[in-house]
């Protein structure tokens, strides 16, 4: 089974940045899509972005796009989501999350989910 990790969520005010990191048990997250998605309060989870296990190929959620960037390490071990230029919707528990489907953005196309790191942008 597949560890996740997240971290790197706090209170930022809008317009900051922060850097979200998801750490894996597996060695090496190749064969697996890796994305991250976010639950809003009161609000389904939903996805954010993703990345192939190649990591030659990123995909986002349209909210998100210029904003938020999604990288893996060279060991491919660690999911990293760069998120600038926050706004109060961004407000989320943010979880990464590992899929065998490439360009998968459903929730129930991923297998193994960390548990969560908070996101909070105030206005």
């Known amino acids: 089974q597949v560890q996740l990790v997240e971290s790197g969520g706090g209170l930022v005010q809008a317009g900051d940045s922060l850097r979200l990191a998801c750490a894996a048990s597996r060695r090496t997250l190749s064969g697996y899509t890796t994305a991250w998605f976010r639950q809003p309060p009161g609000k389904e989870r939903e996805f954010v972005g993703g990345?192939?296990?190649?990591?030659?190929?990123?995909y986002y959620a349209e909210p998100v796009k210029g904003r938020f960037t999604i990288s893996m390490n060279n060991a491919k071990t660690t999911l990293y989501l760069q998120m600038d230029s926050l706004k109060p919707d961004d407000t989320a528990v943010y979880y990464c999350a590992t899929g065998p489907r490439a360009y998968g953005r459903r929730p129930t196309e991923y297998d193994y989910w960390g548990q969560g790191t908070q996101v909070t942008v105030s206005s």
């Open positions: 990345i192939t296990g190649s990591g030659r190929t990123r």
